[in-house]
């Protein structure tokens, strides 16, 4: 699992993407989060919401945690736009 603090990186910015997705076999809710570090590397985490069972009445939040999507070359800007093109909400850095 990755640490957003590892490797003196600092976190440029956050694209967010929420959904709802009421025909999935084992979620009813899911929510992508990427993070752009300063040096080039793009961590993700994925949060879902479980579907109500006879244990679980409620449903359960899960994250699986900071993974290491991949690295950019790009400057920061582009990527940026990247993720404003497929829908994603930009959260911390200059627009």
Same mark, same amino acid.
């Not at 910015?13 to 080039?40: C, I």
């Not at 579907?51 to 699986?64: E, I, N, Q, T, V």
């Given at each position: 699992? #990755?640490? $957003? @603090? &590892?490797?003196?990186?600092? %976190?440029?910015?956050? =694209? !967010?993407?929420?959904? @709802? !997705?009421? %025909?999935?076999?084992?979620?009813?809710? %899911?929510? +992508? !989060?990427? #993070?752009?570090?300063?040096?080039?590397?793009?961590?993700?985490?994925? +949060?879902?919401?479980?579907?109500?069972?006879?244990? +679980?009445?409620?449903?359960? $939040?899960?994250?699986?945690?900071?993974?290491?999507?991949?690295?950019?070359?790009?400057?920061?800007? &582009?990527?940026?736009? $990247?993720?404003?093109?497929?829908?994603? !909400?930009? %959260?911390?850095? #200059? =627009?």
């Amino acid at each position: 699992m #990755a640490k $957003l @603090s &590892a490797y003196n990186q600092r %976190e440029v910015f956050r =694209a !967010t993407r929420e959904k @709802s !997705t009421p %025909e999935g076999d084992l979620t009813t809710w %899911e929510r +992508d !989060t990427f #993070a752009v570090m300063s040096n080039g590397r793009i961590l993700r985490r994925l +949060d879902v919401r479980f579907r109500p069972d006879a244990y +679980d009445p409620k449903g359960r $939040l899960h994250s699986y945690g900071w993974k290491v999507y991949g690295k950019c070359k790009r400057d920061v800007d &582009a990527v940026r736009a $990247l993720f404003v093109k497929r829908g994603f !909400t930009i %959260e911390g850095g #200059a =627009a």
